[in-house]
């Protein structure tokens, strides 16, 4: 009678031959891990740049209505304040605008800057564990064929 072949065994002899290093993983989790880290840190401080702005402009503006709000001798100077008003509130506008813009620029340039030190990193990483698994392969592979 013709025996099956033990497929488990044969699975495990081959499994054994080309053992896995867990510490690309453990590295490449690492690496993703301060990635992250770092892009969080990016976003936080341009969370708080722009809650700062925002707070600022509201003061302004509140500021400003509260010198709309105050009583007027004649109907005239209702519609001088309120003119003075819209205009203020205009150029106001356009700064703090333009500082959201600043924040959003910055956080571009560092997210990219972050990501292009990661490819780079993760490239060296990467070429490191392909050099080293190659190594492992050619050496798992000639003992194999030695026996």
């Known amino acids: 009678m013709s025996k099956t072949p033990d497929m488990t065994a044969m699975f495990k002899d081959v499994m054994g031959s080309f053992p896995i290093d867990g510490s690309a993983m453990e ?9 992250n880290e770092k892009l969080s840190h990016v ?3 341009a969370v708080e740049q722009s809650a700062d702005i925002s707070s600022k402009w509201t003061k302004e503006t509140v500021a400003k209505l509260e010198q709309l709000a105050k009583a007027k001798a004649e109907p005239a100077d209702y519609t001088k304040a309120m003119t003075e008003f819209a205009s203020a509130y205009a150029e106001t506008a356009a700064e703090h605008m ?6 959003a620029k910055k956080v571009q340039m560092d997210t990219v ?4 030190a990661a490819g780079k990193d993760m490239q060296e990483e990467t070429a490191a564990a392909v050099k080293k698994a190659t ?5 798992a592979a000639k003992k194999a064929t030695v026996k």
Do not use: D, I, R, S
């Not at 800057?113 to 292009?116: G, I, K, P, R, T």
């Open 113 to 116: 800057e972050l990501m292009m």
């Open 43 to 45: 976003a936080l401080n």
């Open 135 to 139: 190594n492992e392969a050619t050496t």
């Open 98 to 103: 333009a500082a959201f813009a600043e924040v």
């Open 27 to 35: 590295g490449a989790f690492k690496t993703t891990a301060t990635l």
